[in-house]
């Protein structure tokens, strides 16, 4: 491919992006963008969250079977003097998200922790917590039978939001930029545009202000 034929095809892929530029930009689109950047704005309002739910139990081993309590019922009280070991432990669970406009980043914390009184086989007891607390309707991670959670992930959808929103920014401030030129006069706006006021011949790089087709002035 010579040169002529590059700077043909790089002309041809200009002038489709110009093309394709104008039309997103149309003027009369300007409330078209205007309401997407809006109901954009709302969704990434929504999508914010972030939470800490400590919960703590009392895990008893009660002659080889686990007896789980809520810390500080009747039950534990009652399985505490009569001074069977026991572990105290806690659940939690926290997360959220960061971006600067959609959320990029999520992060998911769940753990549960604790320490024993007595002698206590802590991974069993961690596995008789996660198994009640699963048969009680709570949600977890299959892995948190065994080991903490600790995830940062990228946010593709995130990513996505952002480029969209910055491409509808763009074209809403490329709208309201033509809505605007419209109300100009016809020699300002061709002026701004770089052409003649008069014969609308491209005055760009003029060593001269006066157009070389027509010989009108052109400041
Ligand atoms: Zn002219």
């Known amino acids: 491919m010579d040169s002529e034929q590059r700077r043909m095809l790089m002309d041809r892929w200009y002038a489709f992006w110009r093309g394709f530029w104008r039309g997103v930009t149309m003027p009369g689109l300007v409330l078209v963008w205007g309401i997407a950047l809006a109901v954009i704005?709302?969704?990434?309002?929504?999508?914010v969250r972030g939470c800490y739910i400590p919960v703590s139990f009392g895990v008893f081993d009660v002659?080889?079977?686990?007896?789980?309590?809520?810390?500080g019922d009747d039950e534990f009280f009652r399985l505490e003097s009569e001074g069977r070991a026991f572990a105290t432990m806690w659940y939690?669970?926290?997360?959220?998200?960061?971006?600067?406009?959609?959320?990029?980043?999520?992060?998911?914390?769940?753990?549960?922790?604790?320490y024993p009184r007595g002698s206590v086989d802590m991974a069993a007891a961690r596995a008789a917590l996660f198994d009640h607390m699963l048969a009680d309707g709570w949600r977890l991670d299959p892995l948190l039978r065994t080991r903490d959670i600790n995830r940062t992930g990228v946010n593709w959808a995130g990513h996505v939001i952002n480029a969209a929103s910055l491409f509808v920014l763009c074209a809403f401030v490329g709208s309201a930029r033509r809505c605007f030129v419209k109300t100009m006069d016809?020699?300002?706006r061709r002026l701004l545009a770089g052409e003649c006021p008069k014969c609308r011949y491209a005055i760009a790089g003029l060593p001269t202000p006066v157009c070389p087709e027509c010989g009108e002035r052109v400041e």
């Open 92 to 114: 939690g669970s926290r997360g959220g998200t960061a971006g600067l406009w959609g959320p990029t980043w999520t992060r998911h914390v769940e753990e549960i922790g604790g």
């Open 186 to 188: 016809r020699r300002t």
């Open 63 to 71: 002659d080889g079977t686990w007896v789980i309590t809520e810390n």
């Open 41 to 47: 704005a709302g969704m990434v309002m929504i999508r």
